[in-house]
């Protein structure tokens, strides 16, 4: 079923890449909207301004990946008309299915593609020279972002007060972390009340808690779970498959993992503070 899906979302959004004279490749807003199944500019133009604001709160230049263009249409009996379009870099098109119709199957398989073709395109331009602190702050943006999709997946599946949405997530980490929940792991970390778990760990922590959160949604949405227990069990099945994998490699296991002294929120405190300084290189 995997391989299926996987096969089915490169399809649909392989065949209407396009491809500068430069081997960049791209994606024409006008010919996404159809395959997203939105079938009014004016409806799809809402989901881009949302993505274009998306851009914007996350440090990038929206004219990099929205780059407006202007094109014409054969309307008939020979007739041409001028049209506003956007080429959209892979990057745009993550951030469009990010901000779309959570209710639509295919923005969900969009999410999976464009998240994990996106990712692996960093892995493979950026990843070796980013240093821990950008590691930790990249990772923790996608934890974000796939955490509101793993929410959707788990209300789909019947998790939906929120009282039971925080032992859905406890299941997770258990499963993780070999039976710590996350109160647990909180004082592991000797964290106070207010201070989030996601936020005092390590590129290799988050990166396992990412792997975890991106494979439960796509299990929950692929299996159509429908009630919370199963969808309880199914988040601690698949955390304690990473932390098996995780020991099969040989590394080290996430509680064990140390904690940095900086948190995610003082980083971005910095990271702001260097951009207001014009310093930031």
Not at 207 to 216: C, G, H, I
Not at 247 to 265: R, V, W
């Amino acid at each position: 079923m995997t391989n299926m899906l996987t096969q089915y979302s490169e399809n649909i959004f392989e065949r209407i890449k396009h491809l500068t004279d430069e081997g960049i490749e791209f994606w024409y807003a006008r010919e996404l909207q159809p395959v997203l199944e939105y079938t009014e500019w004016r409806n799809f133009q809402g989901v881009i301004a949302r993505a274009i604001e998306a851009c914007k709160g996350s440090g990038n230049n929206p004219s990099d990946h929205f780059v407006d263009v202007n094109k014409m249409v054969d309307i008939g009996s020979g007739a041409m008309r001028e049209i506003s379009d956007y080429q959209l870099s892979r990057y745009a098109c993550y951030l469009i299915v990010q901000n779309g119709d959570p209710r639509k199957e295919v923005i969900a398989i969009g999410q999976t593609y464009f998240a994990v073709k996106t990712r692996q395109q960093e892995l493979i331009d950026n990843y070796d020279h980013l240093s821990e602190q950008q590691k930790r702050l990249a990772i923790r943006r996608e934890m974000t972002s796939h955490n509101k999709s793993l929410a959707e997946a788990a209300q789909d599946a019947g998790v939906e007060a929120g009282f039971d949405f925080a032992i859905f997530q406890n299941r997770g980490y258990q499963g993780l972390y070999g039976g710590l929940g996350a109160k647990e792991i909180h004082a592991r970390k000797n964290l106070k009340k207010s201070q989030q778990i996601l936020d005092h760990m390590g590129s290799t922590e988050l990166a396992a808690n990412l792997f975890r959160a991106t494979q439960t949604d796509d299990k929950l949405r692929r299996e159509k779970v429908k009630d919370k227990n199963t969808a309880n069990q199914t988040h601690f099945e698949v955390g304690s498959k990473v932390r098996q994998t995780i020991k099969d490699l040989g590394g080290t296991m996430p509680e064990d993992l140390p904690t940095p002294n900086e948190s995610i929120k003082q980083l971005e405190r910095d990271h702001r503070s260097k951009l207001d300084s014009g310093k930031d290189k």
